[in-house]
């Protein structure tokens, strides 16, 4: 009678109500996150006879994918793509979002923040096609150059390389940045901002000593949003990157497909997984420091 009783007190608990709440949505990873990656790590360590996979536990394919100079270089291109799309798309996101934080009357601020998100509307795929017709040979930019008379002929380095790459890409992932800065400057007491100013700071030292530091957390979440997908990005370093742009992840791609080696595609697509955790894990411990030292 009294395991009834506490059972059924239990069920009726917060614990018990919060893990009902949880369950369709951890089954939910767990069905469609955590077992492809789990045989997508079991495949890494297998090996691939042409059409036959050979269950033998190996680690050569790891030792392929970290020793061969074209991999490392891949690799080494993506995180130098990946952090430039990152800090020209936080440097730009920032002063959209203090505007809109800032200058923006209340009232609009809701307008604003959809307006930002227009660009999720449209295919991602249409974005990176009309990047290619702007940067493009005959594009809107080389025209446009041509006719004002700045150039006599168009410009070759616009278009299929990494700029380009790290331009659309930036585009692509900006809504992304605004956003998480926009909430962290959202949450700033302007009494300390009032407070500075009655101190004596000017605007820029209130930036720099009040605004600045208070929405940093942003700014890193911001980072690690952007960061993260960025350098697992395949489809518009195939479409605007060329053969100077291309990064690990259409390398990974070509393993499972036109290679056929699965095997050799897993083992790079975990190098690349662990390599972006440890950064995401180095950003998330810098955040929690710097709040603690606040």
């Known amino acids: 009678m009294n395991k009834n009783k506490t059972h059924n007190n239990w069920r009726q608990s917060d614990a018990a109500q919060g893990l009902f709440l949880i369950s ?4 939910f990873c767990v069905v469609l996150l955590a077992i492809p990656l789990g045989l997508v790590l079991a495949l890494s360590f297998w090996t691939q006879n042409y059409l036959e996979l050979d269950k033998t536990l190996t680690l050569a394919n790891y030792k392929t994918a970290w020793g061969e ?10 995180l130098k793509i990946s952090a430039c799309v990152t800090i020209l798309t936080v440097l730009l996101a ?15 601020k809701a307008m604003w923040i959809f307006l930002i998100t227009i660009p999720f509307w449209t295919s991602y795929l249409m974005r990176i ?3 290619k017709v702007i940067l493009g040979y005959n594009g809107v930019v080389n025209g446009s150059l041509i006719g004002a008379g700045l150039i006599e002929k168009p410009l070759s380095f616009i278009l299929y390389n990494q700029n380009a790459v ?14 998480p800065i ?13 407070a500075a100013q009655d101190l004596g700071e000017g605007p820029i030292r209130r930036f720099l000593r009040v605004t600045l530091p208070l929405s940093m957390p942003g700014v890193l979440a911001a980072t690690v949003i952007v960061f993260i997908p960025t ?3 395949y489809v518009t370093p195939r479409l605007v990157g060329g053969p100077n742009g291309l990064m690990i992840s259409n390398m990974i791609e070509l393993q499972f497909k036109k290679a056929n080696n699965a095997p050799l595609g897993a083992a790079l697509a975990v190098s690349a997984m662990v390599i972006v955790s440890v950064i995401s ?14």
């Open 231 to 233: 350098i697992g990005d």
């Open 129 to 131: 096609f009309l990047w």
């Open 94 to 108: 920032y002063p959209v979002a203090y505007f809109v934080s800032f200058h923006v009357k209340p009232k609009h």
């Open 24 to 27: 369709p949505t951890f089954v």
């Open 166 to 179: 790290v331009l659309t890409l930036g585009h692509a992932w900006l809504p992304f940045a605004i956003l």
């Open 69 to 78: 100079a074209i991999y490392q270089t891949l690799m080494a291109r993506s």
């Open 281 to 294: 894990l180095i950003f998330v411990w810098l955040n929690r420091k710097y709040l603690k030292a606040r």
């Open 182 to 194: 926009f909430v962290a400057l959202e949450k700033i007491d302007h009494s300390l901002l009032e």
